[in-house]
């Protein structure tokens, strides 16, 4: 089984910075990619940014060149260091986290923190 914790969030000015946390705990599993998504009221969960276990990236849009993902492979943990944030970049945030049923047919199964919220104020 896989445990994935989160941390930070909470309220900033726009312009100002955020780091949110995520740690994946298990001593069964290889951790295979980690990331983050948001959620806004009435919407559906967004991807805002992946980091695979070979350092990989992929952002959405909207984030690029403000919001930057890393990862500490030995800690199992992922940060997303978020940079001049805007007002539009309010939502709850989850961290994500899978890892890989090998076979001839592979899968993945995916976990998700429990959630952080995020206020920007303008």
């Known amino acids: 089984q896989v445990r994935v914790e989160q941390s930070g969030g909470g309220l900033v000015q726009a312009g100002g910075s955020l780091r949110l946390s995520c740690t994946a705990s298990?001593?069964?599993?290889?951790?295979?990619?980690m990331g983050w998504y948001r959620q806004t009221p009435g919407n559906q969960r967004e991807l805002v940014a992946l980091?695979?276990?070979?350092?990989?990236?992929n952002y959405t849009d909207s984030v690029k060149g403000r919001f930057t993902i890393s990862r500490d492979d030995a800690k199992n943990t992922v940060y997303l260091q978020m940079d001049k944030l805007k007002p539009e970049d309010t939502a709850v945030y989850y961290c994500?986290?899978?890892?890989?049923?090998?076979?001839?047919?592979?899968?993945?199964?995916?976990?998700w923190g429990q959630g952080t919220q995020v206020t920007v104020s303008s």
């Open positions: 980091i695979a276990s070979g350092g990989s990236t």
């Open positions: 298990t001593s069964t599993f290889k951790i295979n990619t």
């Open positions: 994500y986290a899978d890892h890989i049923v090998p076979g001839s047919s592979w899968y993945t199964i995916d976990y």
